[in-house]
């Protein structure tokens, strides 16, 4: 009888992953909505300054790396409801809901921890290349040495995407 009772809290304690999904869930939602911020604000900083026929300087540099840094939040963000959604179904339920949208379903259908870790790891891997390029825009070059270097980590990125999705399905 105890041990029936033991395993019973046991079998029980999983619910306490729910924590996880909501606060990730809510984490992602405010990252949605600091990203969607500052694509607005620098977007109306744009058009304020084309109406009025001036460009600040490094105009184009700012609204480039603001946008790049807010497809680096979303990016998190889809992380944060990947990691939900996975550690619901994993331990909690299945989506009933999600069986109704074939498309959607299988974007978000998590069979193992397995491949949950595959799922979040090649959006993390998004994120840095994403992040790499923001902090590229802000670097001065000058010689041919970094220049070389330039190339050489934009050849690195591209094999480490090559290899990450040489055994994908699509």
């Given at each position: 009888m105890i041990e029936r009772i033991f395993e019973g809290l046991i079998w029980r304690s999983r619910f306490i992953v729910i924590l996880s999904v909501i606060f990730g869930l809510l984490g992602a939602?405010?990252?949605?909505?600091?990203?969607?911020?500052?694509?607005?604000?620098?977007?109306?900083?744009?058009?304020k300054a084309l109406f009025a026929h001036s460009h600040p300087p490094k105009l184009h540099e700012n609204l480039v790396s603001t946008i790049i840094g807010a497809v680096d939040l979303y990016l998190i963000a889809v992380v944060l409801f990947i990691f939900s959604f996975g550690l619901y179904e994993l331990f909690i339920s299945e989506i009933d809901e999600a069986d109704s949208d074939e498309k959607t379903n299988k974007l978000l259908e998590i069979k193992s921890l397995d491949?949950?870790?595959?799922?979040?790891?090649?959006v993390i891997v998004m994120v840095l290349?994403?992040?790499?390029?923001?902090r590229v825009l802000?670097?001065?070059?000058?010689?041919?040495k970094e220049m070389l270097y330039f190339a050489l980590s934009i050849l690195a990125l591209a094999l480490g995407l090559y290899f990450l999705h040489k055994n994908s399905k699509h």
């Open positions: 939602i405010v990252l949605f909505i600091i990203a969607s911020l500052d694509i607005y604000s620098i977007s109306i900083f744009t058009i491949q949950l870790k595959d799922k979040i790891a090649k290349v994403v992040s790499f390029f923001q802000h670097t001065e070059y000058n010689g041919a």
